[in-house]
């Protein structure tokens, strides 16, 4: 049974900013792939949530890189995953709220 996922809303803003950037500076073709990709990612953790670490700060909140550089972190409830942030790796990890 796969898990019911909510998208929060500074993850929409994220991933907007993702594909914007991407479609700005490479092309809509790789900005097309990274939305697949996190697609991809999101379907495997709705059909298996442990499938990735967890958060070393918080043990419910778990992260899976979408890219090298993308790294989205959610939590798992009883019948739900609520996506909460997706962190650009190449930052200064200090900025991450998560780890």
Known sequence: MAYEVIIST???KSLDAVVFYL???WSVNV???FLRTFYKKVD???INP???R????????RKIFITKHNILYYEVFEERIELLQIFDSRQNP??????
Not at 54 to 61: D, M, N
């Open 10 to 12: 500074d993850v929409l």
């Open 23 to 25: 479609e700005r500076k």
């Open 31 to 33: 900005a097309k792939k």
């Open 44 to 46: 495997a953790i709705a």
């Open 50 to 52: 442990s499938i990735s």
């Open 54 to 61: 967890k958060s070393s700060r918080y043990p419910t909140i």
């Open 94 to 99: 200090a900025k991450n709220i998560f780890e």
